[in-house]
């Protein structure tokens, strides 16, 4: 079993920034893809940023420019740079691990949240 164990958000005034980490523990991990997805209320969940264990990366459009996801394959440890925040960013960040074994873990969501 594959436990994600998020750190980081909280409250940021548009144009600042924040680094949401999420690191990845448990039993033969074999992680392929890592990443960030985000849901508000009343919305499905969205990709944010993903990032494969070659180094592919994948960003929603909104956040493209402003948001930078790297890992760390050696720790299982994936982080999000966040930029340039605005208020539509708000939301609860989850994180995401795909592994080679089929599996799909999410973490348990922090919260980001953007005043203007």
């Known amino acids: 079993q594959v436990q994600l164990v998020e750190s980081g958000g909280g409250l940021v005034q548009a144009g600042g920034s924040l680094r949401l980490s999420c690191a990845a523990s448990?039993?033969?991990?074999?992680?392929?893809?890592m990443g960030w997805h985000r849901q508000v209320p009343g919305k499905q969940r969205e990709l944010v940023a993903t990032m494969t264990s070659g180094g592919n990366t994948n960003y929603a459009d909104s956040v493209k420019g402003r948001f930078a996801i790297s890992r760390d394959n050696a720790k299982n440890t994936v982080s999000l740079q966040m930029n340039s925040l605005k208020p539509e960013d708000t939301g609860v960040y989850y994180c995401r691990l795909s592994d080679f074994l089929g599996g799909d873990y999410w973490g348990q969501g922090t919260q980001v949240t953007v005043s203007s």
């Open positions: 448990g039993s033969n991990i074999s992680p392929n893809a």
